[in-house]
């Protein structure tokens, strides 16, 4: 049975940061494309950074340069390091896992992000 749990989720202040892990089981993560996706109220799920099992890693232009996705394939983890955090990063953010960005077919339950101004 695979499972993503994230945790880190959290009340920050503007500009401040967040750093989101993901524990998978079930799947060894080295062969699998992971991703963190975010989804705020209101709004359709958006893909927030990925990185594949060759370590590249891709993001979108409203996290570049302020987020950083990574990966501890020993301990079977994904994080994603967030700074620089404004109000509009405020959303549940979600791990998926898949063969590629464009078949991800596992997902964590998500967890909140909340940034005040």
């Known amino acids: 049975q695979v499972q993503l749990v994230e945790s880190g989720g959290g009340l920050v202040q503007a500009g401040g940061s967040l750093r989101l892990s993901c524990a998978a089981s079930?799947?060894?993560?080295?062969?699998?494309?992971m991703g963190w996706y975010r989804q705020a109220p209101g709004k359709q799920r958006e893909r927030v950074a990925f990185?594949?099992?060759?370590?590249?890693?891709d993001y979108s232009d409203s996290v570049k340069g302020r987020f950083t996705i990574s990966k501890d394939n020993a301990k079977n983890m994904v994080y994603l390091q967030m700074n620089s955090l404004n109000p509009e990063d405020t959303a549940v953010y979600y791990c998926?896992?898949?063969?590629?960005?464009?078949?991800?077919?596992?997902w964590g339950q998500g967890t909140q992000v909340t940034v005040s101004s």
């Open positions: 990185i594949t099992a060759g370590q590249s890693t």
């Open positions: 998926a896992a898949g063969l590629n960005i464009f078949d991800m077919r596992y």
């Open positions: 079930g799947i060894i993560i080295n062969i699998y494309t």
